[in-house]
């Protein structure tokens, strides 16, 4: 009993210390990276300001499975909701390693995030682990502040792969944090980042910036294999692609890279070609609902809906769901009779049946994704199916994250008091890149 009593108060001692700065400075606002300061992907931040606190992200880690459940990072309030000095969640945008373990946080915290990340998240749940219904208590918009709790938290839209994405300016008490978030400058919003870098905000104490692409190698990259291309490289190469090929084109990419999706459809006009797009990208247009997404109404387009959500619509009974591409429906027949006007843009998993119905006969299979995924089994597997069926197979790819190049350009801008490494790999490399860096572990308090 006593050693259980013991333990237990060494528990709650831990507890206690875990969550109050060691040292809290009054007037300072206080920060601790619970992930991300050696990882790329679970980017969760508790700021904190006068006893009151603020969570950016909170995100899952990329190592996780689909099906693993890991646990909240430890922050008071964020898992019960007992506690107001947790004044809330902003999520910077809609990908899992950044929100992922949304669904843990108990319903009254307050959950801020773009009005359209919103909307694509709560679309994909039909299609997708990768898709949350979030009832946020309000909205980022673009270099609008808003108040949450004692912070006054500034949005700015950045260039991204995920869509409707925020880098943040967090102020209290004369203190100013800004966090990347993810972003890029070489995407179909780069304007945004040149926009980032002539409008900078002034005097901030600490950066909190994205590192995904400085790495461990012994000079820094300065834009190497994955962060060369640019969204519009890869317009152009996919539209020379379509020219130089007989027949379909299949180019396999995610329903939530918006960007990518409006670079596809921009390379068929090049090339003359019709963009026959899933029902699950159809559907995150339509309900984002922004004009500029080619969406079905759009000239040149059709949709294929492969068997995979034929089958969850079929057993959901939603067949309401089809009546947005009923206008625009094609079917495989007359995709291989049209194989040469037409470049699909699909998942992964349509590959199978298109190789069975003979869409791709003198066709080609592009990958427009992070090619990690390649290494993976289901990677390995469609290699080797379209290997078997004498399909080209070919990459074409721009990151969503800077060239280390664009970091220094806007490091360069900004110039923070400090810079410290988040969502990197090789935050001890940080110092070859930049001046004035604080490397902070997972799970320290600092102060701003
Ligand atoms: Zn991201």
Not at 109 to 124: C, K, N, Q, S, T
Not at 167 to 191: I, M, P, W
Not at 225 to 243: I, K, P, Q, W, Y
């Amino acid at each position: 009993m006593v050693i259980a009593g013991l333990a237990s108060r060494l528990q709650c001692e831990v507890v206690l210390r875990a969550s109050v700065p060691a040292s809290p400075a009054e007037n300072r606002m206080n920060v601790r990276i619970h992930r991300g300061a050696h990882e790329i992907g679970g980017s969760c931040v508790e700021v904190e300001y006068r006893g009151g606190r603020l969570v950016l992200d909170v995100g899952k880690p990329l190592w996780a499975g689909w099906d693993e459940k890991v646990p909240l990072p430890a922050i008071r309030g964020l898992a019960d909701g007992l506690d107001p000095s947790l004044a809330g969640v902003i999520i910077s945008h809609p990908h899992l390693d950044h929100y992922g373990l949304i669904d843990q946080v108990d319903p009254t915290v307050p959950v801020y995030i773009g009005r359209e990340a919103a909307l694509l998240l709560d679309a994909a749940t039909f299609f997708s682990a990768a898709g949350t219904t979030l009832h946020p208590a309000g909205y980022l918009v673009h270099r609008v502040p808003i108040r949450i709790g004692a912070f006054t938290v500034t949005p700015y839209l950045a260039d991204h792969s995920g869509f409707d994405s925020y880098s943040l300016l967090v102020e209290a008490g004369g203190n100013r944090l800004f966090y990347t978030g993810d972003l890029r400058g070489h995407g179909r919003k780069s304007r945004l980042f040149d926009e980032l870098l002539a409008y900078t905000p002034k005097g901030v104490d600490a950066l909190l910036c994205e590192g995904t692409h400085i790495r461990g190698s012994a000079r820094p990259e300065v834009g190497g294999a994955d962060t060369g291309r640019s969204e519009a490289d890869v317009e152009h190469s996919l539209a020379e692609r379509m020219r130089g090929t007989a027949g379909a084109v299949a180019v396999l990419s995610s329903a939530q890279n918006i960007d990518r999706l409006v670079t596809v459809y921009r390379a068929c006009l090049r090339a003359g070609r019709t963009l026959v797009t899933d029902l699950y990208t159809a559907s995150l247009a339509d309900a984002i609902g922004r004009e500029t997404i080619p969406k079905p109404e759009f000239p040149s387009y059709r949709a294929y809906v492969p068997n995979r959500q034929r089958v969850l619509v079929r057993e959901s009974g939603q067949f309401h769901r089809i009546d947005l591409v009923r206008s625009c429906r094609v079917f495989p027949e007359w995709l291989a009779d049209h194989a040469g006007e037409v470049t699909l843009l699909q998942p992964a998993s349509t590959v199978p049946e298109l190789l069975r119905t003979g869409v791709l006969v003198n066709g080609a299979v592009v990958w427009s994704m992070w090619p990690g995924y390649l290494r993976q089994r289901s990677g390995e597997r469609l290699q080797q199916e379209l290997k078997a069926a004498s399909v080209p197979f070919v990459l074409d790819h721009a990151s969503g994250h800077a060239s280390v190049a664009d970091l220094r350009r806007l490091v360069d801008a900004l110039s923070p008091r400090s810079v410290v490494p988040i969502h990197t790999e090789a935050a001890d490399r940080y110092h070859n890149v930049f001046g004035n860096v604080t490397l902070r572990d997972d799970g320290e308090w600092w102060t701003v």
